[in-house]
DNA sequence: TTACATTAGTTGCATATAACAACTAATATA
DNA sequence: TATATTAGTTGTTATATGCAACTAATGTAA
């Protein structure tokens, strides 16, 4: 692949994830969380029902940043916290009432852009978009993965 | 487009946002910068000179924050302030021979990750993703644009 | 069964990130 | 010249995050 082509791309994503990065600030700010509490309100809503530590590695965070999270959803009224039922060492997190609420809305949002987008782009390009997104996707996360839970730093 | 296909495309929009974010927080760590100082480093790399008002608005950020984020830069010996030869109110900033290194093996280090990824990706689907990284990153920025210097919200 | 190891979660502490408001210095304009 | 505007800095505050030390619960081995 041409250097010059590798540039372009690198740019592009850079770009992508500028406005992935403004939609999700925008919508935290909207329904009233913060970005942090955005991130963990959506992985909680998809899992339906999971641990800090689960969640902790979900987001690729340290377990003791999620637990404050998780105190300052609980004290929103947004999740709620209840103790594992065989081993108590695991609490089991889930979205409060008004939590689903919030998690419905960032969806319909991010619904409505992303609908905007294809709106915008051709009928015909639509599949190659589809296409070449579950490649970026599923090949950068193997090219990157190595550094989850460590610096991947060769010292 | 099929709701459906949305849903999909912005779960490999948010895996491409993970990755990405992993990437540049290992190379942040491993050169020994900040994420906030790393980003700042690649726009006066890119510029190769300019303002805290002008990066200020290429990251989005408020020109307090970027005050201080070049004053740690400047510290490290990574970039350099100098007075506006013209117009003494602006500061004209640039990066140090310590900061080009820096610069320099972030890309390195980014383009090997993306060739990686092509190379893992058969060479007849290149050209559809660079043609699809440029449609999203194009219209995608466009759908979230209206956030840009506020939250967007209608309430 | 008791002692030790492991695991999940919380808390103390240090640092990074970021915005807003108030301020200073320089420049532009009426 | 007096006032307004602009760029940048600093004070203050809030959020975000990781590491280390700790507690409580569970598993394991002597």
Redo the contacts with the bound molecule.
Sequence with gaps: MNPDQIMIFRKKLREIERAVGLGDKNE?VCCG????????LLEIGSAGE???????AL??????????????LVEGGLAE?SP?P????????RLAPKGKTVYRRIHTTWNRICSDMFRRIPAKKHALIIEAAGLIAETLTRCTFGFRNS?GCRK
């Design positions: 935290a969380v913060t970005l942090a509490q955005c991130h963990a999971l641990s800090i530590k689960e969640l902790a987001l690729g965070l340290d377990k003791s940043t999620l637990s404050r999270t998780v105190d300052s916290r594992g065989k081993d108590r060492r695991f609490i089991s997190i610096t």
